[in-house]
């Protein structure tokens, strides 16, 4: 256990699996108490059981990042329990990928919904309680498909390419209202989620077995190798720490040389 974060309350969404999960854990590892949300209700409070039995601090909460009602809920539930907030990792997303010209406007709306309102309402309902107990850190996961497009993943490109700008612009009111609140967007390359079973379902091979990432990466990332989740929560604890108290409005590659 470290202390890199230590006594900092963090909320992470979409930490029952994938990234977020690996954020929760490595939150933890280092002192911070992590608010773990999802939808997912199962995997989410074995996350937080998992982080109890290794000596941390954690707790699980059900929330729909597309409700507004209950973003209001986990706001209020997290300074009832702890009087504050100083990190926000909003990271809950899906990959949703096909042609523009087959993809159902359901699905679009959809993708929007979760990847870019869900972090819209989490800066509108956390920033106040964040800057009201001192100020903190959020972090909201885009994707190197927010950096750059890809044929058959426009509607994600959409999605996280508004994260990043959203960021960004979040970012200066906070600064130019001194308000003590960084705003932070991370950019995941090529990483071993299972977000690869719906962004990218036309890579299956004729057979029907799953994608192969490890030659996928060996192809597409210049190092060759596949990225894990733990390689995003250490910029993501990063960001979390003091260590990056000089950085807002900025973009976190963590692609191994993919958007090089």
């Known amino acids: 256990m470290g202390n890199r974060v230590q006594g900092k309350v963090a909320i992470i969404t979409g930490g029952a699996s994938g990234i977020g999960r690996a ?25 937080a059981a998992e982080i109890h039995a290794a000596g941390g601090s954690a707790e699980y909460l059900h929330h729909d990042v597309t409700s507004e009602d209950e973003w209001v809920s ?3 539930a997290v300074s009832a329990s702890h009087g504050g907030l100083d990190v926000l990792v909003n ?13 159902t406007l359901a699905d679009w709306q959809r993708q929007q919904a979760i990847n870019l ?21 959020i972090i909201n996961m885009s994707s190197i498909a927010g950096l750059k497009g890809n044929a058959r993943l426009a509607a994600y490109n959409a999605t996280k390419g508004g994260v990043r700008l959203l960021t960004k612009g979040v970012a200066l009111e906070c600064a130019q209202n001194r308000w003590k609140v960084r705003v932070n967007s991370v950019h995941p390359g090529i990483i071993e989620t299972p977000i690869w079973k719906t962004v990218m379902p036309e890579s299956l091979t004729s057979d029907g077995q799953p994608l192969v990432l490890d030659e996928m990466a060996s192809v597409a990332v210049p190092t060759g190798e596949l990225g894990q989740p733990t390689d995003i929560a250490n910029g993501v604890l990063f960001l979390a720490s003091d260590d990056s108290s000089y950085m807002t409005g900025s973009e976190l590659v963590i692609d ?5």
């Open 74 to 76: 986990v706001a209020a």
């Open 117 to 137: 309102d869900g972090v819209f309402l989490g800066l509108k309902h956390c920033i106040p309680l964040m800057r009201d107990s001192g100020g903190g850190s």
């Open 23 to 47: 954020c929760a854990h490595r939150l933890a590892e280092e002192g911070a108490v992590v608010v773990v949300t999802d939808i997912q209700d199962e995997a989410g409070a074995t996350v």
């Open 91 to 103: 990271n809950a997303g899906i990959g949703l990928g096909a042609s523009i010209l087959e993809m």
């Open 256 to 260: 191994a040389g993919v958007s090089a």
